[in-house]
């Protein structure tokens, strides 16, 4: 079957640094999407991979190794508004989204 | 980026009613576009994939009579919820994908809180 793991919850001071880690097992893979969610709000696009490495977008980092069925977020300066659920998804063969269950984030002061 | 429209935003109803939900492509045409439901502290769920002039494909343990999908348009897709009960007090969400070359981003709607009383 078609499994995405990633921790349920962490937490973090702000200004510090925080990995989301998220390991996958797909029939296929077509690309892995991390998005953000506040509560009672649709998720918002952060960020995407398809091939290794690390993909940097400002205060956000994504990281995949395909061999590995593994990916992480990076999140650095950490805010109160990065108070969320993270979400790690994974686009199969037939490229249809498999989501996972989500990371809540709670950031300290 | 591309934007997606949903309609309503929050709805309340008595049980045994039927319930609309639209989803709009606002600035790109989507020949697809997925319904999700979230109940929660839980994660998405695919309910079902809406295509464009033909049948929606349902997600294995989704009622396909109670949860009505039409996609009529390149631009709008609408769920119906039929004979709403309280357990289907949810939050449900349309997506649709970009279609960019190379790249599969969806982009979702802002989401439609029903709750059955």
């Known amino acids: 079957g078609q499994n995405i793991d990633q921790p349920t919850e962490m937490t973090a001071t702000e200004g510090a640094i925080v990995q989301i880690n998220c390991t996958y097992q797909t029939s296929g893979f077509n690309g892995l999407f991390w998005y953000q969610q506040h509560a009672g709000e649709a998720p918002t696009f952060l960020s995407y991979?398809?091939l290794d490495g690390l993909e940097e977008k400002g205060r956000f980092s994504s990281f995949l190794s395909r061999s590995k069925g593994y990916s992480y977020l990076l999140l650095k300066e950490l805010q109160m508004k990065d108070s969320a659920s993270y979400l790690c998804a994974v686009l199969d063969s037939n490229y249809q989204l498999i989501w996972g269950a989500g990371t809540k984030l709670i950031i300290k002061p | 980026g591309a934007v997606v429209s949903q309609h309503p935003s929050w709805v309340i109803c008595k049980s045994g009613t039927s319930v609309k939900i639209e989803c709009r492509s606002l600035?790109?045409?989507?020949?697809?576009m997925f319904w999700y439901r979230q109940f929660p502290k839980q994660s998405l769920m695919l309910m079902a994939t809406?295509?464009?002039?033909?049948?929606?494909?349902?997600e294995q343990g989704v009622e396909k009579d109670k949860f009505l999908i039409n996609h009529a348009s390149l631009t709008l897709s609408t769920l119906t919820v039929t004979s709403a009960h309280p357990e289907d007090s949810s939050f449900y969400i349309c997506?649709?994908?970009?279609?960019?070359?190379?790249?599969?981003?969806?982009?979702f709607g802002p989401g439609t809180r029903l709750t059955v009383l």
């Open positions: 991979n398809v």
């Open positions: 809406s295509n464009e002039g033909s049948k929606a494909t349902y």
């Open positions: 997506s649709a994908p970009s279609g960019l070359a190379g790249y599969n981003e969806q982009f």
């Open positions: 600035d790109f045409q989507a020949t697809t």
